[in-house]
């Protein structure tokens, strides 16, 4: 998990709330609507499932807001950090902006062939899926409210995600609220471990084979972080918090000079 930039609340779910602004909607009953946007001849209708999931994976740069996989729009849900069953006419959760992620689906990068094979999703669910109806209640980490310091470490040998107790000593944040998180979201299910030391796997192979090529273990981290964790590109790559953790120093020193915020 990483932190997760929130561009503003998009315009046609705005004219959606102000149109139904005295009745209580739900998600389900918003995703499927049409709102009329701009006027006279450049008015034109938008279904708000074509602009919330775009938004979302936009201000997410392509990866879940929880597990990091890679998400895109069919492979893809709306995740209430407070869960939608709390709403009330007052406070709806269901439409609230702040309260939407991007989250993988099917669970954990699982591919739509997986899900004809396997009941893994079911059985063991990841992300959103495993939180479900589970209420913040302060220990669950919220993505938009995390800092820019990397909170995690993990195992090479097998790509547990675990707290870095040295960061979040740091930033202020308490070890049990990141082992909390990592539980309540089963982010060490099998799948998202294998997938991870994979990438651990792969990086660690690319220092090797480029050690010739800078001098410097740092400035090499540097320049493989420069190439994977680019700002220029409009996705991060899968997994973005390990790779950072893989790199060390070097990916600090790249993010910092891309000014990195999120
Ligand atoms: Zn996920």
């Known amino acids: 998990m990483k932190k997760v930039l929130k561009s503003p609340e ?28 701009g006027s006279g001849k450049k008015a034109k209708k938008v279904e708000i499932k074509d602009v919330i999931p775009s938004t979302l994976i936009a201000d997410q740069k392509g990866i ?4 990091e996989m890679t998400i895109h729009e069919n492979f893809f849900s709306v995740e209430h950090f407070i869960p939608c069953h709390l709403s009330t006419q007052q406070k709806n959760y ?8 991007g989250n993988c689906s099917p669970p954990g990068g699982l591919l739509k062939e997986d899900l004809q094979k396997l009941e893994i999703p079911h059985k063991f669910p990841c992300c959103g899926k495993a939180k479900d109806k589970f209420v913040p209640d302060g220990q669950l980490l919220n993505p938009l409210e995390l800092p820019t310091s990397r909170l995690f ?15 979040c000593e740091q930033a202020g944040i308490a070890v049990a609220s990141v082992q ?7 982010l060490n299910v099998d799948r998202l471990k294998r997938h991870r030391k994979t990438v651990i796997d792969e990086i660690n192979q690319e220092i090797y084979e480029r ?39 070097g990916a600090e020193k790249h993010l910092l000079d891309i000014s990195y915020s999120g």
Not at 12 to 36: G, M, P
Not at 180 to 186: E, P
């Open 94 to 101: 269901d439409l609230d902006w702040q309260n939407m992620l």
């Open 153 to 167: 470490r993990f195992r090479s040998r097998d790509g547990e995600i675990m707290p870095d107790e040295n960061a």
């Open 10 to 37: 998009p315009e046609e779910l705005k004219i959606y709330k102000d149109n139904y602004i005295t009745q209580f909607r739900k998600w389900e009953q918003a995703r499927k609507a049409r709102v009329k946007i």
């Open 180 to 186: 909390f998180t990592i539980d309540i979201l089963n």
């Open 64 to 67: 879940c807001a929880y597990c």
């Open 211 to 249: 050690q010739g090529e800078i001098d410097n273990q740092v400035l090499l981290e540097k320049q493989i972080a420069s190439e994977r964790l680019s700002n220029d590109k409009e996705k991060w790559s899968k997994f973005f918090t390990t790779i950072r953790w893989v790199l060390g120093e």
